[in-house]
């Protein structure tokens, strides 16, 4: 059983760019979340997918935008890069069930850097 | 909206010396709560979850954790810190019946055990 991965590792942007980060979920699960952790905080959640919809979002602009494919790996978005997206991207999946919760699993993260 | 406080930012100890990280969240419903560890170096990983039951749960590497739902508080305890237990600590929240299976964390306690 793999666990989640997350590419690329580290990212150097400039400002005004475009940004894809992709995560591979964990075998088996249908479900994947993106969280930000700037440094010294806690992660803040982006949005979800579910069976390749979005299941949720938090208080992200639209430039923040994402994908799920059938295999259930999932894609982040971020158009128009400004400083303050300078920071760690997680995903996290997950098996989701209608009325149960199951624990979300963490990838190492990509850390983005934007000049 | 959910949130969650953790009012102790940085932590220092010495070997041995028994650990309470505390954990405040603002939600009047029902919530899964948990602790997560960040390692220096390593991804976010589960230390113990609370679904239901009882309110005392026990975690992995000696961690336990206390639910008082009168006092929203989810408090994490280990007796004895060992060097080992250095790591940054985030309590998270998932309150149910909101449709989303995201998590909010707290901002995070820094934990340095001293040898």
């Known amino acids: 059983e793999t666990g989640v991965t997350q590419s690329p590792t580290h990212l150097i942007k400039t400002r005004g760019q475009q940004v894809t980060l992709r995560c591979s979920s964990q075998s088996g699960h249908n479900t994947v979340s993106w969280y930000q952790q700037a440094l010294g905080q806690g992660p803040q959640f982006i949005f979800q ?20 494919f059938p295999n259930y790996s999932s894609e982040l978005n971020v158009n128009a890069l400004e400083l303050d997206d300078s920071a760690l991207y997680l995903c996290a999946s997950s098996l989701s069930a209608s009325g149960i919760y199951n624990e979300q699993f963490f990838g190492p993260g990509t850390r983005l850097t934007v000049l | 909206a959910q949130s969650v406080s953790q009012h102790n930012h940085h932590v220092i100890l010495s070997e041995a010396a028994s ?14 709560l948990f602790w997560y560890v960040q ?10 979850k609370y679904f239901s039951g009882d309110p005392l749960v026990k975690g992995i590497k000696g961690f336990e954790a206390e639910f008082i739902k009168s006092k929203f508080s989810f408090n994490l305890r280990k007796p004895s810190v060992q060097w ?32």
Do not use: K, W
């Open chain 1, 49 to 68: 997918y579910y069976r390749e919809e979005e299941n949720g979002r938090g208080n992200f602009p639209p430039r923040f935008s994402g994908l799920q």
């Open chain 2, 19 to 32: 650990l309470e990280l505390g954990c405040n969240y603002s939600y009047g419903g029902t919530v899964n």
């Open chain 2, 39 to 48: 390692y220096p170096g390593q991804h976010l990983q589960l230390l113990l």
């Open chain 2, 84 to 115: 080992s237990d250095t790591a940054e600590y985030f309590c998270a929240v998932n309150a149910i019946n909101t449709g989303r299976r995201a998590l909010t964390f707290g901002s995070g306690t820094r934990l340095q055990v001293q040898p």
